[in-house]
């Protein structure tokens, strides 16, 4: 019982702890005004949902704010990528900077071998990233459930105890009662 509580405490204050370390902050756009603006001028496509938390200027120093931040990192790699995702975008690298998958036409390096597409590794980049923020805000989740459970299980605990002692003592009463009882009867047995 106070173990949960104890170590949901600890994994609590590891993730706070933690992501401080990083000094993350969120950049002036990371709230609904201003990511709706920025996604605007890049073109992006209406149907990519936008988030809404606002971050802009926040240290990014809890679960929920690590899951808000990496939400809008999203935003910021379909900005670059043209509202692509890493699967949606040519393997490898043009000089028109649109890609291509025919190695023919791809740009080749020194060595003659076809060059990645570098907006691909923006989305390496922020798919690495921001599974690390979101499973900062798990962490907290689990966290906290652990705490809740805890607390759960130590007012159980006080119930069932509070229970047994009443139990207990209006057991002896009857016990002492029923002694009683039977001292009278016996007499009249006799």
């Given amino acids: ?43 992006l496509p209406a149907s990519i949902k936008l988030p809404t938390v606002d971050v802009a200027g926040k240290a990014i120093n809890t679960g929920s704010r690590a899951r808000a931040f990496a939400s809008y990192m999203r935003i910021h790699a379909f900005e670059a990528s043209g509202g692509l995702t890493y699967s949606q975008m040519p393997r490898f690298a043009t000089t028109d900077g649109k890609g291509t998958n025919d190695t023919t036409k791809a740009l080749t390096s020194p060595s003659g071998q076809a060059l990645d597409n570098p907006l691909r590794n923006v989305w390496i980049s922020e798919t690495a990233l921001s599974t690390a923020l979101n499973t900062s805000y798990m962490a907290e989740q689990v966290a906290l459930f652990g705490i809740v459970v805890g607390v759960a299980l130590l007012l159980s605990g006080i119930g069932f105890l ?21 001292a009278r009867v016996e007499p009249a047995a006799v």
């Fill in 1 to 43: 019982m106070i173990g949960a509580i104890v170590v949901g405490v600890n994994g609590r204050s590891t993730v706070r702890s933690s992501l401080t370390q990083e000094a993350i902050v969120g950049s002036p756009d990371m709230n609904a005004t201003g990511i709706a603006a920025e996604a605007k001028k890049a073109g």
């Fill in 162 to 182: 509070v229970l047994s002692l009443g139990g207990a003592l209006r057991g002896r009463g009857l016990i002492a009662a029923r002694a009683k009882l039977a």
